[in-house]
């Protein structure tokens, strides 16, 4: 495996029989978007990015807690799934990736594969079908990974109030519940940055 | 000719697996293993590897071509419509070989305050209409 945890200056370890005579690669960093399908993830993902969005496929483990499932063992399975994203040159050596990720499935979902050193992620709701963001919700809690919840603003009004929204999801008192319009490269750059405050926050700055 | 009994109309499928011998890597693979690189892992296309360019076929080709700019391994697969397990191993073939450089962000870059203030800073230049988020507080 490549990836030997030898920490290297500019956090990147590097793999290669030779030194790396060619442009040197912008250190990479990502977020992830999640929510269920059609809520606005590449919308989001699309109105913020430098390049059109692209598509690829993620492999994704299935948890099913199963009711008749009597070992207490989450039955696993790895599903693939479309997921779309984009990115952003922050500075000279500094690029951002965007994921967008499904979390419609009334199973939990395990995201590791993509999750794995993000800086945070961004729980965008349609509060029509508040249940369509529950899995992504607690996989962001149970991994500790920094989120916020994102209600995209379709039509410039939420038929729920925020607060009636974090009732609903149940989120901690840390995790900011606000209003957005993923079609809006200010509004989803605000966004982000609200996700960000919180990782900020949590690493001690 | 020949056995002639295969169906001509139509191309076998190739199983995205074929490319790399049947191995795998990330969620497919051990469980205990070391987990896979991350999915924005950038790759760079070594002198040596542009130079044996020519003598490496299909995909190992493709992805050296790809990335005479540095690419994510995302990237990549996108591009090259690969699945991302697939461009994962291959890309530790050609490192392996010094065709490729593999940057593997560390792992605790998350928690790394200096880079959360420059992604923060770095946002912050974008323009855009303000005062579209407001939080619950």
Redesign the interface.
Known sequence: ?????S??PG????????A???????????MVVAGGFGVGKTTAVGA?SEIRP????????EVAAGVDDLSHTPHKT?T?VA?D?G?????DG?K??L?GTPGQERFGFMW???V?????GLVIVDTRRLDDCYAAVDYFEHRG?PFAV?VNAFDGHVEHT??E??WALDVAESV??????AR???????????V??V??T???? | MGAGDEPVDRAPAVRPFLVTAGRVAGADADPGATPPMPVETQLVATAAGLERLDLMSFERHDIVAACRRPQSVAEIAAILRLHLNVVRVLAEDLAAGGHLSVYVPSADIARDVSVLRRVIDGLRTIPGSRGTVRDSD
């Open positions: 495996m490549v990836s030997a945890p920490p290297a956090g990147q370890s590097v793999t290669a029989t030779e790396p005579g060619r442009a040197a690669p912008p250190l990479p960093v990502k913020i692209l598509t690829t496929e993620a492999a994704i483990t790895t693939t997921m994203f990115c952003l040159t922050i500075d500094l951002l990736y994921f590791d594969d993509l794995q050193g993000a800086l945070g990974i994102a925020l607060d929204v974090r900011p519940v606000i209003t957005f319009d809006e490269r200010g509004s989803v750059r605000d966004a982000l940055l609200v960000l405050d990782a900020l949590r690493a001690g700055g």
